[in-house]
């Protein structure tokens, strides 16, 4: 065993290294669904936001602060890697929205509804549905660049739609308890409400009148962020035990 390296599920270095790589991941994701689906009217406003999944997830699992820091300094460097993001638009669209309301705010909610973070699952559905959660996130992937190599990124919604109607599908397997996943998408409805609310305001920071940034940016990024993060709600049921065994979170 290396030196310095957790020696235990309890070990809060745990967190600590799952918080950095969440961190890099939203930011390698987001950057590519940046360029692969960005809006054609606002860049970084990507029509299908995949990271919203994950910042659910690190929300949930690392608690507000740690979801804060994943989420939104992820975003914001994949803003910068993406189209050299750094100013006042992508501080709010990025680095806030997806700190505070696509991973904080989550967080808290789960917390206060005390919705357990399996959503009640059976133990026995996970594995099977985890891998058609991979086999789905490679499919939206490809149909995202398919889109951009066939130049046609401004049909950026078909992805978002792809996991619309192949999610139900692909993971009907995966018993959940009905009331902890309608408590676990009225969360996803709030903090997407309010991650597409601060888009409008990033989005009116560049000159946009408010009815222009609603159209143009804010019903896009409301839809392609909901979408991803019910698939998030999957994935959380599907990866809760493991990451608890292994101290990424603790009860």
């Known amino acids: 065993m290396k030196k310095n390296m957790p020696i235990n599920a309890r070990d809060p270095r745990i967190r600590n290294y799952a918080t950095v ?4 991941t939203i930011a390698i994701v987001g950057a590519l669904m940046m360029v692969l689906t960005s809006s054609p009217t606002m860049k970084g406003a990507a029509f299908v936001w995949l990271p919203a999944a994950l910042q659910l ?3 949930v699992w690392l608690g507000p602060t740690r979801g804060l820091i994943a989420g939104g300094v992820g975003a914001y460097a994949a803003g910068i890697i993406a189209y050299q993001g750094w100013g006042l638009p992508d501080i709010i669209m990025n680095l806030i929205a997806g700190g505070l309301a696509n991973a904080a705010l989550p967080a ?19 594995r099977p549905a985890a891998i058609r959660i991979t086999i789905l996130l490679v499919l939206v992937l490809m149909i995202a660049i398919v889109l951009k190599s066939l130049g046609l990124g401004a049909w950026g919604y078909l992805p978002s739609l792809a996991l619309l109607l192949f999610a139900p599908v692909v993971l009907k397997g995966l018993r959940l308890d009905k009331r902890s996943f309608i408590l676990a998408f009225l969360v996803c409805i709030i903090a997407c409400l309010t991650s597409a609310g601060l ?7 560049t000159g946009q009148t408010l009815v222009v940034a609603i159209l143009q940016t804010g019903i896009g990024w409301f839809f ?13 049921a599907s990866f809760t035990e493991r990451a608890r065994k292994r101290g990424i979170w603790r009860e």
């Not at 790589?21 to 890099?24: D, L, Q």
């Not at 808290?108 to 996970?126: A, C, E, H, Q, V």
């Not at 392609?224 to 959380?236: E, H, R």
């Open 21 to 24: 790589v969440f961190t890099v």
């Open 57 to 59: 997830i690190a929300g």
């Open 108 to 126: 808290l909610l789960f917390r206060w509804l005390k919705i357990p973070f399996d959503l009640g699952g059976k133990p026995s559905d996970f």
């Open 199 to 205: 888009g409008v305001v990033g989005a009116m920071t």
């Open 224 to 236: 392609g962020d909901t979408v991803s993060c019910v698939l998030g709600l999957y994935m959380l």
